[in-house]
C-alpha cells in the first residue's frame, strides 16, 4: 500500500525552544473553534533515571479567540510522565513507571482557579499499553473532560473553562532536566472535531512546528465538523541523542 503523503509545513521548524521541547502544532482561524480530540499513543520504553519526560496531546486557545481573555493561554493536557512533575496529584515514587493524568496548566494567570498546575487522579502504565485519549467540551456548561483509557484503568479530569474557545491542537515531547527518550512519539488515528462547520480548515490546516518538529499525514473531512488524521509524529529534540533504554 503507498503510504499516505506528508503535510507540506507552512513553516519551517523555528529554532530549539528553551525547554528542548518538539511540537506540532494544528492551527484553526480563532472565528472557529475545537470541540473535542480523539487520540491514541503507546507508552514507550523505561528512560534512564534522569529529569522528567512529560509527553502529550493538548488544546490551546488562540488570541482573538472567543473568551480568550481573562484566562489567556493555557493547555489541556493528558501527560504521560517519567519523573516527578507539579500536578497536585498523589504520584508514583519517581522513576518506578510512567504514569498519566489529564491535567490543565497556564503558567499566565493570576486566577487560583486556572494558575500553575491542576489535575485529575494519576493512573500507572505498562510499556507498550495503549493508551486511548479523549479531550471533549460539553457546550452547554463550558466543562472540558479528559480521559483517558487503557489496560490498567481510566482515569478523568474536568474544568470548566468559561466558554474560552480552544483552536489549536498541540502534540509534543516535552523533556525537562536532561530527561532523554529513545525515539519519535507517534499519535495514532487522531479526530478533532469543530464547533462549526469549516472542510477547508481540516484539509489545509495552518501547521507550526517548536524544536525538530515532526510529520502529520494528510488530514481527511469525515465531514464538514470533524476531521481524521492517520499519523501525527513528533520527533527526539535536536539535544537528544538517541540513549539505552532503563530496561522494560
Not at 1 to 20: A, E, F, G, N, S
Amino acid at each position: 500500500m503507498t503510504p499516505p503523503p506528508q503535510m507540506v509545513p507552512r513553516t519551517q521548524p523555528i529554532p530549539l525552544q528553551p525547554d528542548q521541547q518538539s511540537r506540532v502544532y494544528f492551527k484553526i482561524p480563532a472565528a472557529n473553534e475545537m470541540v473535542r480530540l480523539q487520540t491514541h499513543f503507546t507508552v514507550p520504553a523505561k528512560p534512564a533515571r534522569v529529569g522528567t519526560m512529560f509527553l502529550w496531546p493538548g488544546l490551546e486557545p488562540r488570541e482573538g479567540g472567543r473568551n480568550y481573555y481573562p484566562i489567556g493561554l493555557g493547555v489541556l493536557q493528558p501527560v504521560l510522565t517519567w519523573g516527578d512533575a507539579c500536578a497536585p496529584v498523589q504520584q508514583p515514587p519517581t522513576y518506578s513507571t510512567w504514569w498519566i493524568s489529564g491535567q490543565y496548566v497556564n503558567v499566565y494567570s493570576n486566577d487560583p482557579r486556572y494558575a500553575d498546575c491542576h489535575s485529575g487522579r494519576a493512573m500507572s502504565v505498562q510499556v507498550g499499553e495503549a493508551l486511548d485519549v479523549d479531550i471533549a467540551l460539553d457546550q452547554a456548561t463550558g466543562v472540558w473532560t479528559q480521559t483517558v483509557t487503557g489496560r490498567s484503568g481510566s482515569v478523568r479530569y474536568s474544568i470548566n473553562m468559561r466558554k474560552q474557545a480552544q483552536n489549536m491542537a498541540l502534540f509534543a515531547i516535552e523533556p525537562w532536566d536532561n530527561a532523554r527518550i529513545p525515539d519519535k512519539l507517534v499519535f495514532s488515528d487522531t479526530t478533532i472535531t469543530f464547533k462549526d462547520e469549516d472542510r477547508q480548515s481540516c484539509l489545509t490546516p495552518e501547521l507550526t512546528y517548536t524544536g525538530t518538529g515532526g510529520t502529520i499525514t494528510q488530514p481527511a473531512a469525515v465531514d464538514g465538523r470533524r476531521c481524521h488524521i492517520d499519523t501525527v509524529t513528533v520527533n527526539v529534540p535536536r539535544s537528544i541523542a538517541p540513549q539505552p533504554v532503563s530496561g522494560r
